[in-house]
């Protein structure tokens, strides 16, 4: 899905009534899943807490809408509120003993590869998985930053806001992760 406008967001939530409930559906609809992703990023936050999370972070950002300024991004603010909300609940969740089964996600398909360009496809799949997973190795801070650029696509000021770090660390981490990334799957940067 989209992402929906900022402004019209905005202005339909202040307008409250049927439009404000349609601005929220909107909302939840257009983050549900990218928020869940990122929440996955936060090694502390256990997987049955997540989704709790992540409606809390699209709660609050609905309830926060009135504070945003409309000619901004929208995805680096949200960004932030569900990374402070998701930083919280992991914090609280350190200091309480939980058994939450995390269940492996983002699984390579176990269908047979098709067509003609079997021996590619495996190679495609397997470089994947190697990427899947020095991306899970990676500090968590890292990860975050390697998810909002590599998944979602956002450039380093809009990551920067988003977490609270300067455009300059992002772009710093960014090298140093691809150079990381790249080392672990055996894959030449300098090309």
């Known amino acids: 899905m989209e992402e929906p406008d900022g402004?019209?967001?905005?202005?339909?939530?202040?307008?409250?009534?049927?439009?404000?409930?349609?601005?929220?559906?909107?909302l939840w609809r257009a983050w549900w899943p990218r928020l869940c992703w990122f929440a996955s990023t936060w090694r502390g936050l256990p997987a049955a807490e997540r989704e709790d999370a992540v409606a809390d972070a699209l709660v609050r950002a609905y309830g926060s809408l009135g504070a945003y300024d409309p000619s901004r991004p929208l995805a680096p603010w949200l960004y932030r509120i569900a990374a402070r909300r998701f930083s919280d609940a992991a914090r609280a969740a350190s200091r309480h003993s939980t058994l939450a089964l995390d269940p492996a996600g983002d699984e390579a398909s176990w269908d047979p590869p098709s067509?003609?360009?079997?021996?590619r496809e495996l190679e495609t799949r397997d470089l994947a998985d190697r990427c899947r997973a020095a991306m899970a190795r990676l500090p968590g801070a890292d990860r975050r930053i390697a998810w909002l650029r590599f998944r979602d696509g956002l450039d380093a000021s809009a990551i920067g806001r988003a977490l609270g770090l300067p455009a300059g660390t992002v772009r710093w981490r960014l090298h140093l992760i691809r150079k990381t990334v790249g080392t672990a799957v055996g894959v030449d940067d300098e090309a």
């Open 7 to 26: 402004k019209a967001l905005r202005d339909d939530a202040l307008a409250g009534g049927e439009r404000g409930k349609l601005a929220f559906e909107l």
């Open 115 to 119: 067509g003609e360009d079997h021996a």
